[in-house]
């Protein structure tokens, strides 16, 4: 019988041992959990800096030397600032200074710092129906298109690149009611299906030279009109203002602005090229 009992006993012991080792892994489990759901952020940002490749080259190298892992939801930039605006990510890596303006005036952002810039470029079918090839005033360009009834394609998403093309049209004097339909396409999709849609059309398009760059699927476009000043293509970045929205996770997501702005996140958005051409061009220490 104490035998029997000692067998017994030894068991229970075994037992117990093993179901403690086995709520201390899972709290460990559980532990380790909380602890990548705090060192991830979400960043809603622009389909440019996405298409590009962009972050395909820069969140490796901050995810190794912070350990935070960043979400990225590329979208149009209006898009982008009202999943800031919900609090529906931590921060908002854009391209619209007078949007982000208002962002921060609103109190949905803490601070705008300025990161990187590109430009945008004018392309169109080598045919160029509306003769503006080797220009460089993209006012000019557009009455001509417009005087030509030429194909063109607009994203009419929102975007920061939307957002230039209207302001470019506007001071161009150009009505666009009329054209709408006709010769005027809106795709209300991200740069690179709109310059798919221009490609299958031989149409006129506004892109960001980082996406066009990168693109593919060019068909007959070629760049037509750049180098005008007015083409200057401003990157901002901002985090998401916690006061408005608890959840915002302010150190990581400050961690990550900061990392853009260093000098380390800085030359490694200088050294993303694409057949030996440089995308973006680092200017947050102006």
């Known amino acids: 019988m104490a035998t029997f009992r000692c067998s017994l006993t030894t068991r229970l012991r075994a037992h117990l041992a093993t179901f403690a080792g086995a709520t201390l892994l899972a709290a460990g489990l559980a532990t380790t959990g909380v602890a990548q759901a705090q060192t991830s952020i979400t960043v809603a940002s622009t389909t440019s800096t996405e298409q590009s490749g962009l972050f395909h080259h820069l969140l490796p190298a901050f995810e190794k030397k ?31 200074a007078k949007a982000e303006e ?18 945008f470029v004018l392309v169109g079918p080598k045919s160029d129906p509306a003769k503006i090839g080797g220009g460089k005033d993209i006012l000019e360009a557009l009455k001509r298109i417009a005087a030509a009834g030429a194909p063109f394609a607009s994203r009419a998403d929102r ?60 068909g007959d476009l070629v760049i037509l009109v750049e180098g005008d000043k007015r083409l200057f293509n401003q990157y901002g970045v901002m985090l998401v203002n916690p006061a408005k929205h608890p959840q915002v996770k302010v150190e990581p997501g400050q961690k990550f602005i900061d ?19 440089q995308l973006f061009f680092p200017n947050a220490a102006k």
């Open 66 to 96: 912070t350990g935070i892992q960043v979400k990225v939801v590329a979208v149009g930039t209006g898009q982008a600032l009202d999943i800031g605006r919900r609090g529906d990510a931590d921060v908002v890596f854009v391209h619209d």
């Open 102 to 119: 208002k962002f921060i005036a609103e109190g949905a952002g803490v601070k705008r710092f300025e990161v990187m810039y590109n430009d």
């Open 159 to 218: 975007s920061g690149t939307h957002a230039a093309e209207l302001r470019y049209w506007a001071a161009a004097g150009v009505d666009l009611a009329p054209g709408k339909g006709k010769w005027y396409k809106e795709t209300g999709s991200g740069m690179g299906p709109t310059l798919n849609t221009a490609a299958g059309l031989n149409a006129y398009v506004l892109t960001d030279r980082g996406t066009w760059l990168s693109f593919k699927n060019r």
């Open 259 to 277: 990392w853009l702005i260093s000098p380390e996140g800085q030359a490694t958005i200088a050294s993303y090229k694409v057949n030996g051409e």
